[in-house]
């Protein structure tokens, strides 16, 4: 005997017909289930399993409530680097983490600032979503304009600050200023610093005081300014210390400014980097040079990624797993519009030793 061939698209409506009850009726089986009896529910089942019908389309019940039951994270850069990148991986298990009690639909987005044009600049607009964190945006970010202008609940994390939005970020001061004053006890009196991007452009090299003033990165420009005025505390002005701004391939970029700042006339004996990332790929590029870390060149990082542990790099500590999980509960809040600002801790290890002799 041949079975019949289930029909597409069966409605709720068809099972209703199919049992001889109402269409109200078998939506309560799905949705309200203690509304009816065990036996009336199990012949509505037997019917929508005999029919080829799954239930109510979850979607069209989320609009009803008003709700789409997801919540959109948009990068600053492409997936791909977004899944490969340390920090912003741990900040994504601290998002997930939190929403482990509160399931909820987790929408990637790319914030694609850089197409002028194209179905991509469309999503951060559209993207089915009940509310937005944004992470690391630039502060004329066409993405943070868009979002805006949604009406959704937003929290950013790290920058840039949006009225009438939650944001978490760190402050940099402390551990920057634990980590100048033990660079300034082992004897070290000359530095460079390893920047990360001001201006979402393509320029790389040293960095002019007009560049600075023109960042459009807060979380950047707030720790540059902490080691200025960390290094302003122990008698050194801002000129004495050369800035070299890297690119978007940080590797490559840290690896050159690192050889330029060896080049400098006044050769530093330490080298900031502004992420651990900065800092791997400086090291590397002194030990090329066939100098030796820390016995010629120190180096100290920041962020203090599962990568610095294992290279044993000096750097400073950021909570980043909390960022993503203050983040979620500021969401979760009736007045999200809150900041939160997390600590930053030096951490020593044994990439920064004493000047040598």
Known sequence: MTQKPRRLHVTLKDVAAHTGVS???????????????????????????????????PAAQQLRKGQIGAVGLVLSHDLHYAVSDPAGLAVLRGVTKAYQSHP?????????????????????????????????????????????????????????HIAGAGFVGVDPIPGINQAV????????????????????????????????????????????????????????????????????????SASKGTMKLLQAPSKPTVI??????????????????????????????????PEAETHQLTTIRQPHEEKGQQAVKLLQKKNHCQEIILQTTYRERKTVGPVKK
């Open 181 to 252: 004053q033990r660079m300034f006890q082992l004897g070290h009196r000359r530095f460079g610093i390893l920047s990360l991007k001001l201006v979402p452009d393509k320029k790389t090299g040293f960095v002019a005081e007009d560049r600075l003033a023109a960042s459009q990165y807060e979380m950047v420009s707030s720790r540059l300014n902490a080691y200025r005025q960390a290094l302003l505390q122990v008698g050194l002005e801002p000129p004495e210390c050369p800035i070299w701004e890297c690119g978007e391939d940080l590797e490559e």
């Open 104 to 160: 909820t639909n987790l929408l990637l987005i790319p914030s694609h600032d850089k197409e002028t044009e194209g179905p991509f600049t469309a999503i951060p607009n559209h993207a089915a979503v009940d509310s937005m964190i944004l992470y690391s945006l630039a502060s004329n970010s066409q993405t943070v304009e868009r979002t805006s202008r949604r009406g959704i609940p937003l929290v950013t994390i790290d920058q840039p």
């Open 272 to 305: 900031i980097a502004l992420s651990d990332r900065l800092a791997l790929a400086a090291i590397k590029a002194v030990q090329a040079s066939g100098l030796s870390v820390p016995e010629d060149i120190s180096v100290l990082g920041f962020d203090d990624i």
């Open 23 to 57: 269409h109200t009726t078998v939506s309560n089986a799905f949705s309200r289930p203690e509304k009816l009896s065990a036996d009336l529910r199990q012949r509505i089942f037997k019917a929508a399993h005999e029919l080829g019908y799954s239930g109510p389309n």
